[in-house]
């Protein structure tokens, strides 16, 4: 079983709609969540991060945790063409030795005028 | 702020040369660096965990005595990559984090290495 697993897409979304990015993730006792914005050939971008169960409101960016689910989700609101990438999904996992932090295999988004 | 910068942005090489790279936090400082590297198409590779001070820790599968990684201060950590094959053609990116912070993980804007 995959530690972080995301959808690869490509998710084709029409500008002005919401996106929505889900993530699950294999440690219940995974404290700290984050999703990255990686546009091709430039390495990722931090768009947010969570570390509470519920809604993170950043401007047209809402992260959403249920740790009980073993759930992340991202919701981009009002979809813009420059939010076309590959968005990460990354979380604290921990190891016998120490934790660190997994990234999911991306979710492709585009976003079709 | 949270500023990690690469050099070189990118790189070519003869096989069996040796390359280097370095990752700067320009803002803060960073007790732990990270190496990834991502192939075309692919996701992040985590290499290894670079700790001031003290020697890097390898993921499973990374040889060790190709890819050396250097901490030597707060702000700066290495990666050289020992006589290059064209199959270690890749996007090599660092990330550090804030010391005594959260676990948030700043990326650089990356290597990209291509050996002829």
């Known amino acids: 079983q995959k530690e972080v697993e995301q959808n690869s897409g490509p998710l084709s979304v029409p500008e002005g709609a919401i996106a929505s990015l889900n993530c699950t993730y294999s440690?219940?006792?995974?404290?700290?969540f984050f999703w990255y914005r990686q546009y091709s050939g430039k390495s990722p971008e931090l768009i947010m991060s969570?570390?509470?169960?519920g809604d993170k409101e950043d401007g047209r960016f809402t992260a959403q945790l249920n740790k009980a689910s073993q759930y992340v989700s991202l919701l981009i609101r009002d979809s813009q063409p420059s939010d076309s990438a590959t968005y990460l999904c990354?979380?604290?996992?921990?190891?016998?030795?120490?934790?660190?932090?997994?990234f999911g295999s991306g979710t492709r988004l585009s976003i079709r005028p | 702020g949270a500023v990690v910068s690469q050099h070189p942005s990118w790189v070519i090489c003869k096989s069996g040369t040796s390359v280097k790279i370095e990752c700067r936090s320009l803002?803060?400082?960073?007790?732990?660096m990270f190496w990834y590297r991502q192939f075309p198409k692919q996701s992040l590779m985590l290499m290894a965990t670079s700790n001031e001070g003290s020697k890097a820790t390898y993921e499973q599968g990374v040889e060790k005595d190709k890819f050396l990684i250097n901490h030597a201060s707060l702000t700066l950590s290495t990666l050289t990559v020992t006589s290059a094959h064209p199959e270690d053609s890749s996007f090599y990116i660092c990330?550090?984090?804030?010391?005594?912070?959260?676990?948030?993980?700043?990326f650089g804007p990356g290597t990209r290495l291509t050996v002829l």
């Open positions: 990354a979380v604290n996992m921990r190891y016998s030795s120490a934790s660190k932090i997994i």
């Open positions: 440690d219940r006792g995974s404290q700290s």
């Open positions: 969570i570390y509470s169960n």
């Open positions: 990330s550090a984090n804030i010391i005594w912070s959260t676990d948030t993980q700043y």
């Open positions: 803002d803060f400082q960073a007790t732990t």
